[in-house]
């Protein structure tokens, strides 16, 4: 047995070509579809399933739609009546802003969406240019646009503005005043001085405890009762104000549970290098914690996304409002299935884009964290 033994450990392995590697669509489902016959029986009936029920849905919106006309009177009513959207389109997009400015409005979402496409498209350069841009540049050119009274463009109140651009107009400032305020929060509810530690917990726990609904409605009713009455403040910016606040709270948790997953001794090496506590931070803390709570983060932006249709109780018209206020009409009474399934398009498309970007971004900076 012992020569045996000596002679195998002795004999070298001949060598083997590497294995074909097996990819495409055919691979995919044989493995993880078709991989034995319980798992094919399986595949087979919940295919069945999602075309019995997908197949009339497509076949509404898609096949038997009604795609071009001027009333409801194009419609055949087989399958969806999409004249609805195509005929109240410009409103669905700017709202009640006036024909002749329109143009402004064209112009502010060219440049709100190349930004957006320079930050998400990897190959571009010169990223933090393009943040730095949408940041500060974007916000001044886009409110001097909207709102007119500068440069001889003639004054548009924010009472007009509506639909999608007032939608984005939220969103955006929502989402890029929460996320530094969130964070400013969430170091100061951490902070070793009692009073600003207090100050931040109480900011927190009281926007958190009240719903966006009550902080819009005392924002647009109640506040301008406790001003005095030659100051007014505009029903936008109020509510802008609200909902950044509103966000803040919630960002500063996420925020927070980020920074309580870095290990104590990343400060302490930070001051063992003579760094002071805003450098600490820039430098070592936040860049780690923002990171780790990437999902929640996006998390935040989307529930804020979807929120902004909340406005629509201080009588300000985004999308979902303006879709509304259009069934209304006697003329296209009975299209509500078409009206909330394209206001459900448009925000699952932000909101997708939102999560797919998020992904794309923790892979992007994923570092490999071992503990």
Not at 75 to 93: D, K, M, N
Not at 218 to 246: C, Q, T, W, Y
Not at 317 to 346: H, K, N, P, R
């Amino acid at each position: 047995m012992a020569a045996i033994s000596r002679d195998t450990n002795e004999t070298l392995i001949a060598s083997r070509p590497p294995p074909t590697p097996q990819g495409g669509m055919v691979s995919w489902l044989r493995t993880r579809l078709f991989s034995g016959p319980v798992n094919s029986v399986v595949s087979l009936v919940t295919l069945l399933l999602i075309v019995r029920l997908i197949w009339p849905v497509i076949d509404w919106a898609l096949i038997e739609a009604d795609w071009t006309g001027s009333s409801r009177a194009d419609c055949s009513g087989e399958g969806a009546c999409w004249v609805f959207i195509s005929t109240r389109w410009s409103q669905i997009v700017y709202g009640f802003y006036p024909m002749a400015e329109r143009w402004r409005v064209d112009i502010v979402l060219a440049l709100f969406f190349m930004l957006i496409a320079w930050l998400v498209i990897p190959r571009l350069p010169a990223k933090k240019i393009a943040a730095l841009l949408g940041l500060v540049v974007l916000p001044i050119v886009a409110w001097v646009l909207l709102l007119g009274g500068l440069f001889g463009l003639p004054h548009v109140p924010t009472r007009a503005w509506g639909g999608l651009m007032l939608t984005l107009t939220i969103a955006a400032v929502g989402i890029v005043g929460s996320l530094p305020l969130g964070v400013v929060l969430a170091l100061g509810r951490r902070s070793e001085m009692p009073l600003v530690r207090a100050m931040c917990v109480i900011f927190i726990e009281f926007w958190r405890g009240v719903p966006l609904i009550t902080v819009l409605f005392m924002s647009s009713v109640m506040l301008p009762l406790f001003v005095p009455a030659n100051v007014e403040f505009d029903k936008l910016l109020r509510a802008l104000i609200g909902i950044m606040l509103f966000w803040s709270a919630y960002m500063a948790e996420v925020v927070r549970s980020g920074l309580q997953a870095i290990d104590k001794g990343q400060s302490e090496a930070g001051a063992a290098l003579g760094l002071g506590y805003w450098l600490r931070m820039r430098l070592i803390i936040l860049p780690q914690a923002l990171r780790l709570v990437i999902p929640g983060i996006v998390n935040t932006f989307i529930a804020l996304f979807k929120d902004t249709s909340l406005v629509l109780i201080i009588g300000l018209f985004d999308v979902l409002s303006i879709i509304q206020a259009g069934l209304t009409d006697s003329a296209w009474l009975g299209f509500a299935t078409e009206g909330y399934v394209f206001a459900a398009l448009v925000f699952w498309v932000f909101c997708f884009g939102m999560s797919r970007y998020s992904q794309i971004l923790e892979r992007r900076l994923d570092k490999g964290y071992q503990r």
